[in-house]
């Protein structure tokens, strides 16, 4: 493929959103898919490069949410889809425990250098997510010999059962999907925007509350690991404030408590680190990656301590698609890519991009409750004005004004009212403004 045959970076409409050839695609779906299926816009996409998606009726939408947090370097970004077209040419699949290749090894080896921590470290890998969790406590279990896994309000860490357990909101991610796996205890989040207490000792405070809880309902001696989002992802991009993260994994250190960062959504560049932890020097015991990691193929991983990871015996580990050698060619590329075209800086960028953007919309309306986030990944709160009340429905109005423009933006949050922004990091500066100006009109349109 040519720089040609890319589409341009430029928003354009040739029909409404959706067109004609989508809706009529659409009333196929809802023959043929099932009905438990969300859907963040109408339209059918045809191709999609870097930050721009395209569909069947020709329109190029602005992809400000990057297929939740996947398509950091850009949708089929050319080195990804060189090294796929490679890979696939070679073999397909072995299996890694049946044949093992060396793409597995790189990444795994790229995982263990990009990791904060200068211990020694092991990895494996999966396909999604959720798997990547579920391994990460079954690994955390094997080693302690202890049960118990400690979680935190607003969290999601995926759909699977257990995940399930691990995931805060009901709504719609468990409703009637239970029973749910059991020794999970879940702790207060410090969600600075809606404490009651003191926001200057908020995070200590959270902290000995957090213990506490451990310490009497739990007994830290029963607790296998303790599971957070550096940046709580679906919860609404909320921060843990400074000081937490660090004092809740002191407390796990003393007691022989696996600490395992679930950066899924927040790692792989998106925060303006490599890893969300690092923003706090952290250097936990576990790392959970997925989303960010392939470009889009289907790839997660743990990486932890090696003493850790070799505690489960030869066969405890394992499955047949995980680390696939295409998926493990995209995320060499994807590494490279990062590392050569220094797309952590990037992610900064686009933060403050987004920062100052966001900033002077909230000065405008006091809709707007709170601006949050790290790097390129940044939310904003909706609110009824004066109050801290929950404004899904203002969110619902905006959502739908910049998607009638061509601009697709994903919400989040336990309240139905955040919107939260996490483009492919390689969005020019000119694409990026373009769809912050919507946002703007939108406002402005309520
Ligand atoms: C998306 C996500 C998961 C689940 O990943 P899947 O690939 O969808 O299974 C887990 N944890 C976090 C923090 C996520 O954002």
Redesign the pocket.
């Known amino acids: 493929m040519t720089s040609q045959d890319r589409l341009p970076q430029t928003r354009h409409l040739v029909t409404e959103i959706p067109g004609p050839k989508s809706m009529a695609a659409m009333a196929r779906r809802k023959e043929a898919v099932s009905g438990g299926l969300g859907m963040a816009i109408p339209v059918i996409v045809s191709r999609a490069h870097d930050a721009i998606i395209e569909d069947i009726d020709g329109n190029r939408i602005i992809d400000l949410g990057a297929g ?2 996947v398509v950091t370097v850009g949708n089929s970004a050319p080195r990804v889809v060189k090294a796929v077209q490679e890979a696939v040419e070679k073999f397909t699949h072995t299996n890694f425990t049946t044949a093992p290749y060396l793409g597995y090894i790189e990444v795994c080896e790229a995982l263990n250098r990009l990791t904060p921590g200068k211990f020694a470290k092991k990895s494996i890998l999966q ?7 579920e391994n990460a406590i079954k690994i955390a279990r094997h080693y302690t010999k202890r049960p118990a896994v400690v979680v935190f309000e607003h ?6 059962n257990l ?1 399930m357990a691990l ?1 805060a909101k009901n709504l719609p991610y468990k409703d009637g999907f239970g029973p749910f796996a059991n020794e999970i205890y879940r702790m207060p989040m410090p969600y600075s925007y809606r404490w009651l207490g003191n926001p200057d000792t908020i995070a200590q405070d959270a902290l000995d509350m957090v213990i506490h809880k451990i310490e009497k309902e739990v007994g830290a001696h029963n607790v296998a690991a303790i599971l957070i ?1 550096p940046v ?3 919860g609404g991009f909320i921060v843990p404030p400074v000081g937490f993260m660090p004092g809740l994994q002191k407390f796990a250190t003393e007691n022989k408590i696996v600490f395992i960062a ?5 790692g792989f560049a998106r925060t303006g680190k490599m890893f969300a932890v690092e923003h706090e020097g952290m250097e936990p015991d576990m790392i ?1 990656s ?2 960010g990691i392939a470009g889009g193929l ?1 790839l ?1 991983a743990v990486t932890a301590r090696a003493e850790i990871m070799d505690s489960s015996h030869v066969g405890g580990l394992g499955g047949t698609y995980g680390g696939n050698p295409i998926a493990c060619a995209a995320a060499l590329a994807v590494i490279e890519m990062i590392e050569e075209e220094k797309l952590v800086e990037r992610a900064a960028h686009v933060g403050d991009i987004l920062f100052a953007a966001l900033n002077a919309l909230k000065v405008k309306y006091p809709i707007i409750g709170e601006v949050r986030g790290r790097g390129a990944m940044v939310a904003i709160e909706l609110v009824h004005a004066g109050t801290k009340d929950p404004n899904p429905e203002a969110m619902a109005k905006v959502i739908k004004y910049c998607q009638s423009k061509g601009v697709l933006i994903l919400t989040a949050g336990t309240y139905g009212n955040v919107i939260r922004f996490l483009p492919p990091v390689v969005i020019t500066d000119e694409l990026l403004k373009d769809a912050l100006g919507v946002l703007a009109e939108g406002f402005a349109s309520l």
């Open positions: 939740i947090g396909n999604s997510g959720a798997e990547a969790v969290a999601y860490h995926g759909r699977t995940t995931t989002e709580v992802g679906e679930d950066e899924v959504q927040s959970v997925a989303k289907p997660a």
